[in-house]
């Protein structure tokens, strides 16, 4: 099996900063292995490719979304659940990548975090302009275990905000590779993604991908 961390990134530094920023939030910068991951997802989109899915309030999402793994999240006027079939195929979602899942151990050790196994991986994916709105991640059967997020593209502002949308606000930024992860009391912090942002230096990269690994069932 390709071994994700003896072969880093060539844009990635090989040495990980772990911040500790309180209550179980960890930012871990320049983690990830952009072009590898960004591999993965072209490939588990040409089998389940991004859409828009109904909120069941009767509204499209601002951000696109898909999934791999044994569950994938979905949305629609049923309500919000985690389904083992897409709904759009009404098959089965692409396996989650063994790359990610080393990954998401590596993430979890740094945190000094018991590493677990993830059923499921949401992929966001956010235009410019596009944004999260506050909310809490609450569809998990057990929503003790943390939610590791890795971000890739277009840098972002990551909002954290509590146990009340108007508590007060923690903001992160995040780079392409970076990771952050919710666990203990921030596992069920709302939470949110200010507008993304064009990069000047970058006007060609148009897109911030983020994938959020999580146990669900």
Known sequence: MFDLFSHPDPITPTQPEVLDLGDGVFHIKRLAPVELCMLHIHRILKFAPLRHMMTPMGHPTQVKMSNCGDYGWVSDESGYRYSQLDPESQRPWPCLPAEFLQLHKYAC???????????????????????????RDKDEQDTSWP??????????????????????????????????????ASRQYYHGVKPVKLDPLQPNLTQRYNLTLRKSQ
């Open 147 to 184: 939610i590791v997020s890795i971000s890739l593209g277009l840098s972002a502002v990551f909002q954290v905000f509590g146990d009340s949308r108007n508590a007060k606000t923690k903001n992160i930024q995040l780079d392409s590779g970076d990771v952050v992860i919710l666990s203990g």
């Open 109 to 135: 050790q740094l945190a000094g975090l018991v590493p677990f196994q993830p059923d499921a991986c949401l992929i966001n994916c956010y235009e410019i302009g596009t944004a999260m709105g506050r909310h």
